[in-house]
């Protein structure tokens, strides 16, 4: 499942302050105890560049930091059938072989992110897949400078992120721990 509903009991004072603020605007009120915020999996592979420059904790962090939640974290070596079926579209092209073998040069991570919008708020932050091309503050703007040495995968829509979840991890390595910080990572919507 990659999308799932999450509810989250906000401070009350925190949301009595957002209600009273939006009273005075005439705005519609909210429950001053629960709000439903939709929350979205993607998946993320730190690549071999990554764990060979040693920057795996650098990279996770930026996610982490940004409120992203890892609800499922793994090292695999990747081998020739799982690297045919997750790049299936790139086998013909001629740069598949230099491909193929830079992302067997060593294990990688494989990480599964949850939050609201996490599609689109992973490939965010990872950037333009050029390196040389991505926005400073991106992680491949900031540490590559390569299009294919860059850094991550990132899915790209809700239905190759489902795909690529479930290839790499079964369902009882994906977990559901709590809405440890929800109230300090997400707010009601006043607008």
């Known amino acids: 499942m990659v999308i799932t509903e999450k509810c989250c009991n906000f401070a009350a004072g925190n949301v009595k302050n957002a209600l009273s603020a939006k009273g005075k605007r005439g705005k519609k009120s909210v429950s001053e105890t629960n709000c439903h915020i939709t929350m979205e999996r993607t998946l993320v592979l730190l690549k071999p560049s ?8 650098e990279v996770t962090s930026r996610f982490e930091k940004k409120g992203l939640r890892i609800v499922g974290m793994k090292m695999l070596q990747l081998n020739d059938e799982i690297l045919n079926e997750h790049y299936a579209h790139l086998v013909g092209k001629p740069f598949f072989p230099a491909l193929k073998a830079s992302m067997m040069r060593t294990p ?9 919008d996490a599609i689109e708020v992973v490939r965010f932050i990872t950037g333009y897949t050029n390196g040389r091309k991505a926005e400073p503050g991106t992680i491949r703007g900031d540490y590559c400078m390569s299009n294919q040495q860059n850094i991550v995968h990132a899915s ?8 690529e979840i479930k290839r790499f991890f079964k369902a009882e390595e ?11 990572l997400y707010s009601v919507d006043l607008s």
């Open 50 to 57: 990554t764990v060979m420059r040693g920057l795996i904790g």
């Open 108 to 116: 990688v991570i494989a990480m599964c992110l949850e939050g609201t």
């Open 156 to 163: 790209d829509s809700p239905t190759s992120a489902a795909i």
């Open 174 to 184: 994906l977990f559901d721990f709590g809405d440890l910080n929800m109230d300090r």
